[in-house]
């Protein structure tokens, strides 16, 4: 069997909603068995007295990245089959910086805000009205934007094509840099924990 | 400190690690990325000289020339049905994968010529710079091939040049045709010749006939080289 099943023909559009579904409510649940369905847990980030969102963050992108590897190894999945979103350098550092500062005033992320709505939340519920509202707002202005929207593009690139470098040589240097960030963070959170 | 006693975290991280150092040797293949000099190709393009006309094609196959590849982009069903001789054939989907040799002579055809121009880019794409489709594909083989027509009021200089041409139908089971009995033949084309193939070795050599009629036994007209 080869992968990515939808690529592949496995199944069609309509089913490809229902797994959509059940990956999203798998997601969601992850997400709140992290504690992320609280915007205190979240914004503790980035006061650095509680690094879980970077812990989990960085656990789930070693693992997809050690799954993707393997898999793409033994022969199992298509990885010229997995897209990329393409990289457009500039817009997108703008883009996490607004999106990082909407993150520490909200408390949530897009992801999180839905499984806080899911669980009751009232600030995540006005969180999820301000992304539709900020929707809106982006596809207003996105006319006058369009040019630096749409600059920098550098199409469907890979760390290891940018860089230069072979594939595996990036997937271990990325898994070292996440242990020792694991080590690190527990320090800081030692660290802060013990100043206040 | 023992396995059994280690925090789960640790654990994990010991098996990340190890997961890691062996992806070093790992080779996941994101399929070949190319970069494709598209103004050499648009050059190319223009100019006419990414295709052979069938004629050509035919002169090489009687003269058992054998420094090409001529590849049938049809189903197995097409090309079991008819095919051009010497032709072997393989479906778009298995082109990236199928072995040519480097500096190899590379025909592509198709029914009409789409898809064979489709895979031309793929086999351009592949680092192949000898690549050609069959002008017209294999409808444009059958008119000027198979059953090509010598208008009703030729003069006698063409009536002599479609000798050779009609030598060449008969050569691969086609039938030359005059104008009328074009015009009054039912839509779509004659019956074709059942296939004799493998061919071109084994096909009696014959001297090239039409040769006064272009310049047909020569290479496919160069591409410039590169630089000028």
Known sequence: MMTPLYKYGFFGDELSLVVAFVLGIGFGFCLERAGFGSARKLAAQFYLYDMSVFKVMFTAIVTAMLGVTYLGWIGWLDLSQVYLVPTFLGPQILGGLVLGVGFVVGGYCPGTSAAAVATGRVDGMVYALGIFAGTFAYAEVYPSIKAFVNSNEMGQVTLPEVLGLPWGVIVFVVVVVAVVGFWGAGKVERWIGSRS | MRWSALPLNRKLAAVALVLGAGALFSQPHRGPVVKLDTRELAMIVEQQVDHVTPAELAAWIVEGRADYRLLDLRSESEFASYHIPTAENVPVSALPDF????????????????????????????????VYTVLGGLDGWKEEVLFPVIPADATAQQRARFEQVAAIATFFGGQPRTAEVAATAAPGSPALPTVTTPAAPELPSMAPPVAGRTAPAAAPKKKKKEGC
């Open chain 2, 99 to 130: 072995p040519l040799q480097p500096g190899e002579k590379v025909i592509l055809y198709s029914e009409g010529g789409i898809h064979a121009a489709q895979a031309w880019m793929l086999v351009r794409a592949q680092g192949h710079a000898a």
